[in-house]
Nanobody
Framework: AEQVVESGGGSVQAGGSLRLTCTAS????????MGWFRQAAGKEREGVARIEADGSAIVEDSVKGRFIVSRENARNTLTLQMNSLKPEATTMYLCAYKPCGGTWLSAPNGFWGQGTQVTVSS
């Protein structure tokens, strides 16, 4: 089974930055995609940013211009550079490792990390 581990979360003041890192180990899939989700209390998981099969980076509209997602394929490492953080970014961030496909966001298969907490104070 694939091992997915996140790190880099913490507490910062509004306007600060954090760099989240996700490392996946194993070779369950030959073609896979990785991305970041967030899950706030009382809400379901939603996509934040991901790397498409063609290598392009996708981020949701609410964080465009502030968050940058990148992937280091040699180490199966996904990073999320979070700049100009706002209090609403406070939540748990989870990394997903799943087979690439058109329904990647909602695909039930794949592997998930335990999550890393981000707290932004005003």
């Amino acid at each position: 089974a694939e091992q997915v581990v996140e790190s880099g979360g913490g507490s910062v003041q509004a306007g600060g930055s954090l760099r989240l890192t996700c490392t996946a180990s194993g070779s369950t899939y030959t073609a896979y995609c990785m991305g970041w989700f967030r899950q706030a209390a009382g809400k379901e998981r939603e996509g934040v940013a991901r790397i498409e099969a063609d290598g392009s980076a996708i981020v949701e509209d609410s964080v465009k211009g502030r968050f940058i997602v990148s992937r280091e394929n040699a180490r199966n490492t996904l990073t999320l550079q979070m700049n100009s953080l706002k209090p609403e970014a406070t939540t748990m961030y989870l990394c997903a490792y799943k087979p690439c496909g058109g329904t990647w966001l909602s695909a039930p298969n794949g592997f998930w990390g335990q999550g890393t907490q981000v707290t932004v104070s005003s």
